[in-house]
């Protein structure tokens, strides 16, 4: 695999873990103190971040028409490609929903106070709850699947004893 690849991937999953992290840390903070302020900022704009990583990897994923690994049996590329994609539409809708709600209260997204992205579309305030719930469960979703993804890995290089993770590692893949 090339280096852009293997850093897009381990940029994501640092990305993710970090967004989910800081979600879960700011409820011990009262609404209102700068800490808990300043955690969804930084929540939002590794968000922003994260969403330009995801075009891009699609971009490049599409253009490249990488294969899961080839060294797996049948059955297995049918399953590790599901969940992959699975990851995939996941990570869209959780930042998707992350932009509606920020949209639906007025409150624009910003990038470390840089540039704020303005609302794309029109989101009527009374579903933010709603969106905010998707949010939360999606937010969930992808930390169990990509744990699910992230032991298979680990089987692979412990168990199996094949060379899947080897080719997400630098200098080997
Ligand atoms: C994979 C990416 C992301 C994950 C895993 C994630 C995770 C979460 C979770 C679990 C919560 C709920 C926390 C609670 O219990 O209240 C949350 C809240 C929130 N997230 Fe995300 N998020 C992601 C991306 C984004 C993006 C892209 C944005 C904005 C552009 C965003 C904006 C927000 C906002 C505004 C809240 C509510 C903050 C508040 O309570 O006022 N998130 N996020
Ligand atoms: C939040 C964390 C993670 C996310 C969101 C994630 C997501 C993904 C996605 C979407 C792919 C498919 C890449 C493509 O071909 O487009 C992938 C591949 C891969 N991931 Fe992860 N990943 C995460 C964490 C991990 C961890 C912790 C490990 C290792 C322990 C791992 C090992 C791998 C390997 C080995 C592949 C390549 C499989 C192949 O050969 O096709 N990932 N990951």
Sequence with gaps: MTVFTISLHWLTALLVITLFGTSQIWGFFARGTPLRLGLISFHISLGILLSAVLILRIVWRLSTHRRTAPAVSGLQHVVATAVHLLLYALMISQVSYG????????????????????????????????????????????????????????????V??????????????
């Design 160 to 173: 199996l004893r094949d060379r899947v993770l080897l080719r997400m590692m630098p200098a080997r893949g």
């Design 99 to 158: 932009f509606l709600m920020r949209w639906a209260s007025g409150n624009l997204p910003s990038f470390f106070g840089l540039f704020s992205v303005p609302p794309l579309v029109v989101v009527d305030p009374a579903t933010r709850h709603v969106i905010s719930e998707l949010h939360d469960l999606t937010g969930w979703a992808i930390i169990a699947v990509a744990g699910i993804h992230a032991a298979a890995a680990l089987l692979h290089h412990y």
